[in-house]
């Protein structure tokens, strides 16, 4: 039985691999991207609650973390709209890291009332599909990113889920950047090399940061 959680709620996760979906309902139809975009990301942190690597952020331009033990999955389209996944093997983690947060974004409004994101719980091998819980996400007007719960590490290397619900208005940047990813040092491109395809060509010594392109200010 699926089990519906609030924000503050906590629950015991009784198996090992833990798939987490971030489903939403697009608002309008047609062949054009989804609106809205959201997108599900992980951060693994240590006691002290930051990464211990850029490794340690798993989201869509680095879609699986060095051990392969948490990984993104493709975004996909069914019945119930869109939904994007994050799977973690979370009983052969390494004992250095204490939380595995879980990282909603938006790219602009997250148009909650209309599209209803929400983050479900699964058993990677129950074979019904079923969800154990389910956790409505509710972020503010001007919120772009929050923190849609995290996974606990707890005696005996077991684990919960722990449902939190902080927004940030800065975007998944400013959600990133308490947990110590921080943006790497950028330069502009250079004038002088010729565009092509209608397209300015990258300095050959810009640097993305690690987070991705939509990182830049």
């Known amino acids: 039985m699926t089990r519906a959680l609030e924000k503050g709620a906590t629950i015991h996760l009784p198996f090992g691999v833990l798939r987490v979906v971030l489903r939403w309902t697009p608002i309008g139809r047609g062949s054009g991207p989804a609106v809205p975009d959201l997108d599900l990301s992980a951060l693994l942190v240590d006691a002290g609650g930051r990464v211990r690597s850029e490794g340690d952020f798993i989201f869509y331009n680095q879609p699986r973390h060095p051990t392969g033990l948490v990984r993104r999955l493709p975004k996909r389209r069914d019945a119930e709209g869109l939904r994007d996944t994050v799977e973690a093997e979370l009983t052969r983690l390494d004992a250095?890291?204490?939380?595995?947060?879980?990282?909603?974004?938006?790219?602009?409004?997250?148009?909650?009332?209309?599209?209803?994101?929400?983050?479900?719980?699964?058993?990677?091998a129950a074979a019904d599909g079923a969800p154990l819980a389910v956790l409505p996400l509710a972020p503010l007007r001007r919120e772009t990113a929050?923190?849609?719960?995290e996974l606990v590490r707890v005696a005996g290397n077991g684990w919960e889920f722990r449902a939190s619900g902080g927004g940030y208005p800065g975007g998944l940047i400013a959600l990133a950047a308490d947990f110590g990813i921080t943006a790497a040092n950028r330069r502009a491109p250079d004038p002088r090399r010729p565009p092509a395809y209608g397209y300015p060509q990258p300095d050959p010594a810009f640097t993305l940061p690690p987070q991705g392109p939509q990182f830049l200010p």
């Not at 204490?98 to 009332?113: I, T």
């Not at 929050?146 to 719960?149: A, E, K, S, T």
């Open 96 to 124: 250095t890291v204490r939380r595995v947060v879980l990282a909603v974004s938006a790219d602009g409004d997250f148009r909650a009332a209309a599209s209803r994101p929400r983050l479900a719980l699964h058993d990677a």
């Open 146 to 149: 929050l923190v849609g719960g």
